[in-house]
């Protein structure tokens, strides 16, 4: 590794990091409270209304390995600085878009931006914070910052799209990652691998990112094309096609593999990265359905709407907190399978939602379970998914971690979605011609949520598969702002841990 020297605090470095991730998780919370908004001004369709988050979710899946692999090879504070400009100045054009298909656009290009920022931003938590609680209480305070991005987001999302317009919910990037970039000229130090092959496998990521929008787009579209109709079985061919394509160029042909599959050989990451995925299947849309509920049934106004997400938010905070604190002791499996098991009983609770249910009784305590879990789960997943990876290629793993997330996300969110709106209109009978009833539309969200929780509960089933025990990541890249330290990474395996994982294999 070679650095350019920089003595800076710690916490100046997390702040800023936490402040770009807080930018990109203030996006999605900010969005979902204007979705009816933007539906309604660019003329999207119920199902089409989607794409303004899976547009943004799938570019972020399928270049989030190629930013984690950038971030290693090129440097994660040029990295890092890259995707804060990028992102910022897609948040710009998508204010001023005019149709649909302007701002679907704008948005593929905020995700691509937040694919290349996202894996820089854990990677220099990683090369920064030592192993064990320190970095554990990092990764803590930097989970943290989705409950804050989520509160904030709704809040601000809702007075903006009141007071001024929804354009203003993409214009606040602006400011913030202005304020970023030149806080991460004056603070980042540099680190990268010279001596590295940096040949970045676009192949691999082009096929990647098709692949799932096609599959994303043979989902959505079943609401009108059934299951079984030539277009979405064609469609669902190609989109197999070209995942698998994209399986063989990193198996044989990528020179410098976007996705090693040997990375996979590690039981914790693979077992991290199922449960994240189950986990962003269910949380994305857990968002996306409440939104409608809180404004489409309830007709709250989005200020309004904004308020009531609030208290979930910082719910996301507190249990992202306490994992932090006993993930170390508990370690990260027993914390998962709480985290996981909390979600499910959240969405058991809000599947018994009907159109007159109040937001005390009926909205709040399920939510309140929900991100309780999902804020328990964000650290040990991490933890589990990093762990005996190679610092080299610690920022692969990151960005596997959060692809995951994303791909959940973007799949889950289809999926859900076809099946509320398939429900919606069985409910409404004859009367498929007509607006929805509030009870047709509750009716449809109930049925995802009993769906989600089924989700939720094989992500308990997953979260058994991680190891009691984790190794530590390999030091290679120590940040140069402290001398060399011991870390479990150094010592010899104890033999007595039977349960341990294996070393990744190089």
């Not at 004056?186 to 990268?192: A, G, H, I």
């Not at 309004?304 to 910082?314: E, I, N, Q, V, Y």
């Not at 370690?331 to 249910?357: C, H």
């Not at 509750?442 to 991680?466: C, E, K, Y």
Request: charged content about 10%; glycine content about 10%.
């Amino acid at each position: 590794m070679t650095r350019t020297e920089r003595r800076v605090p710690d916490g100046a470095v997390l702040a800023l990091v936490c402040l770009a991730q807080f930018m990109v998780v203030l996006d999605i919370s900010i969005v979902n409270v204007a979705l009816p908004s933007i539906g309604k001004d660019l003329h999207y369709s119920t199902t089409g209304l989607q794409w303004v988050v899976n547009s943004y979710v799938l570019t972020f899946a399928g270049f989030l390995l190629l930013g984690g692999r950038a971030a290693d090879l090129f440097g994660r504070r040029r990295v890092f600085i890259t995707g804060l400009t990028l992102f910022s100045l897609a948040s710009l054009l998508g204010g001023f878009a005019q149709t649909s298909g302007e701002l679907t656009a704008a948005r593929a290009a905020q995700g691509l931006g937040g694919a290349i920022l996202s894996p820089a931003t854990l990677m220099i938590i990683m090369t920064t914070f030592t192993e064990g609680r320190s970095r554990h209480r990092a990764l803590g305070v930097w989970s943290s910052v989705a409950g804050a991005g989520g509160a904030s987001g709704a809040i601000l999302g809702g007075v903006l799209t009141s007071e001024l317009s929804w354009r203003w919910v993409l214009f606040v990037n602006v400011p913030i990652g202005t304020l970023a970039v030149v806080a991460a000229f004056l603070l980042l130090n540099e680190t990268r691998r010279p001596e590295a092959d940096r040949h970045l496998d676009v192949a691999g990521a082009v096929t990647a990112t098709a692949g799932l929008a096609v599959l994303v787009y043979a989902i959505v579209g079943t609401d009108v094309h059934p299951w079984g109709s030539a277009r979405t079985l064609w469609l669902l061919a190609i989109a197999v096609v070209l995942l698998v394509t994209f399986v063989v160029i990193q198996a044989r042909f990528a020179r410098s593999p976007l996705m090693p599959l040997s990375l996979f050989r590690s039981r914790s990451l693979s077992a991290a990265n199922v449960v994240m995925t189950l986990m962003g299947a269910v949380f994305f849309s857990m968002w996306y359905f409440l939104t409608l509920y809180l404004q489409d049934v309830h007709h709250n106004s989005p200020i309004k709407a904004g308020l009531l997400f609030f208290p979930m938010g910082l719910t996301i905070i507190v249990g992202a907190q306490i994992s932090a604190r006993i993930v170390t002791d508990l370690g990260p499996r027993r914390v998962l399978i709480g985290g996981m098991s909390l979600l499910a009983g959240g969405f058991l609770w809000m599947a018994q939602l009907d159109a007159t249910s109040s937001y005390l009784g009926g909205v709040l305590p399920g939510s309140l379970l929900t991100t309780l879990g999902a804020g328990l789960c964000f650290t040990p997943l991490a933890a589990a998914a990093t762990s005996g990876v190679p610092m080299h290629l610690a920022g692969l793993a990151s960005g596997v971690l959060n692809t995951s997330r994303q791909v959940g996300g973007s799949i889950g969110l289809a999926a859900l979605a076809t099946l509320a709106t398939a429900e919606t209109r069985q409910a409404m009978g004859p009367l498929t011609a007509a607006a929805p009833s509030p009870a047709a539309l509750t009716h449809g969200f109930d049925r995802a949520f009993v769906a989600a929780a089924i989700v939720s509960l094989v992500g308990v089933i997953g979260a058994m598969f991680i190891p009691k025990q984790l190794r530590g990541t390999a030091p290679e890249s120590q940040d140069s702002r402290r001398p060399p330290t011991v870390t479990p990474a150094t010592r010899p395996p104890d033999p007595k841990l039977t349960d341990a994982e294996p070393p990744l294999a190089q």
